[in-house]
């Protein structure tokens, strides 16, 4: 293939014949991943919606571990928050209006801010470009932090696409998931080949290292180095750190939604310093629903492995 294209010819063996991956993925290793992993931080902070999904004109509501919550667009396009059910009658605030920077109740005209009115109180927000996170302190039960923990993305231009998805199972189910590199090329074959796990996580660097080919179509594909981390209990960062797109990122976070219930939110942030690339920004409202269906493809199989693992350990019938 010629150096100007990402694409690279490869050969694997038929799915049956490629390398077992069983004796590597020992059930002990991935759960102290998950351990190290679910003691870290959050300050709070829950994935909500993508940036795209609030706008300035219409709320948007979403639950969080069995809490209403409503989002809106204040004064300058700053993300509103706060609880879901309208401090008058109990109104869905989800239902109601944005004039002004300020959420109506279609019930009876409550206007609502950035302030407290009554026993209505806004939860602090925060909009990273792609994501908008709530900060719920008596839901999460850490001490508060100012911001949420954000991974680094690529630096420039880039281009990101959002996914979610709901399952039958709890966030650390989905981490779980993600920990769990050697399911790859098995689990997936549509997706992925030659996967090969070239590190694995410790205490002093803990991180997964792997190397794989993203199938194209047909024996195209494009091999790629990528690390997985975990920077909060509730997300995933797989990070390319050799190979094309070096520095794009793959976030998938895990919000509960209560009653075993957990919504995937997983945010897709390209970069390539191809000059094509520009291109590729341009089609952007094409590429997009693409990049989605490439995620929820994933996320459909994934899902049935958290709701599965979801599914023993609530029996205490997990392996291991």
Same mark, same amino acid.
């Given at each position: ?27 002990? @290793? ?12 959050? &300050? ?11 706008? &300035? ?8 571990? &069995?809490?209403?919550?409503? @989002? ?16 008058? *009658? ?12 300020? @959420? ?11 302030? +407290? ?11 990273? &470009?792609? *994501? ?82 993203? +199938?194209?179509?047909? +024996? ?36 509960? *939604? ?39 493809? *994933? ?12 599914? @023993? ?8």
């Amino acid at each position: 293939m010629p150096d100007r294209l990402p694409l690279r010819a490869f050969t694997s063996p038929p799915w049956a014949r490629q390398e077992p991956t069983w004796r590597d993925a020992k059930p002990a @290793l991935i759960e102290a991943a998950l351990k190290r992993a679910t003691a870290r931080p959050s &300050g709070n902070w829950f994935v909500v919606a993508a940036s795209r999904e609030v706008v &300035g004109d219409r709320p948007v509501g979403r639950t969080v571990a &069995g809490r209403e919550v409503v @989002l809106w667009r204040g004064p300058g396009g700053v993300p509103v928050a706060g609880p879901g059910s309208c401090p008058h *009658l109990g109104a869905p605030l989800c239902h109601g209006a944005v004039a002004g920077g300020r @959420l109506v109740c279609r019930w009876h005209g409550l206007a609502l801010g950035g302030e +407290r009115f009554g026993g209505w109180s806004p939860f602090p927000a925060h909009d990273d &470009g792609v *994501l908008v996170w709530v900060r719920l302190d008596d839901v999460g039960g850490e001490e508060p932090l100012p911001e949420p923990v954000l991974p680094a993305r690529p630096v420039g231009r880039a281009l990101d696409a959002v996914t979610t998805l709901v399952g039958r199972c709890e966030p650390e189910d989905v981490i779980a998931n993600r920990l769990d590199p050697w399911h790859g090329a098995w689990f997936h074959p549509y997706s992925f080949a030659n996967l090969r796990v070239l590190e694995t996580p410790t205490e002093e660097r803990d991180r997964f290292l792997v190397e794989v080919v993203f +199938r194209v179509v047909g +024996r195209l594909g494009v091999p790629v180095t990528a690390e997985f981390t975990c920077p909060d209990p509730r997300t995933v960062v797989m990070r390319i750190v050799a190979g094309e797109g070096e520095g794009s990122v793959v976030e998938t976070h895990a919000t509960p *939604l209560g009653d075993g219930r957990t919504a995937v939110v997983e945010a897709t942030v390209a970069h390539s310093d191809r000059r094509g690339f520009t291109l590729v920004r341009r089609a952007a409202p094409v590429i997009r629903p693409a990049m989605r269906w490439a995620a929820a493809r *994933l996320w459909r199989d994934d899902l049935a492995y958290a709701e599965r693992r979801y599914a @023993l350990r609530s029996r205490g019938a997990l392996p291991g």
